[in-house]
């Protein structure tokens, strides 16, 4: 079973994600992360945020790992 913890990437259906909560239940919260920034402050905008149980089969299908670099 895919497990996700507070500050894991991860590709929801396809797109660079990041886990920016959880809760005490089996819940996290994906922020998809826009390919636009603003011109005054250099954020990402366009930034969609999803709450989905972790054991949903929606979940376990939409997220992929992804392999970070590591020392």
Partial sequence: MKTAK???YL???GKLAKVVATSD???VCIQN???K???HCEQF???DQTWIIVSSPMFQEGA???QT???
């Fill in 6 to 8: 507070l500050g894991d």
């Fill in 11 to 13: 590709l929801w259906n």
């Fill in 25 to 27: 239940s089996p819940m």
């Fill in 33 to 35: 992360i826009g390919d």
């Fill in 37 to 39: 920034k603003c011109p």
């Fill in 45 to 47: 905008i366009d930034m």
């Fill in 64 to 66: 992929e790992p992804i």
């Fill in 69 to 71: 670099i590591s020392d």
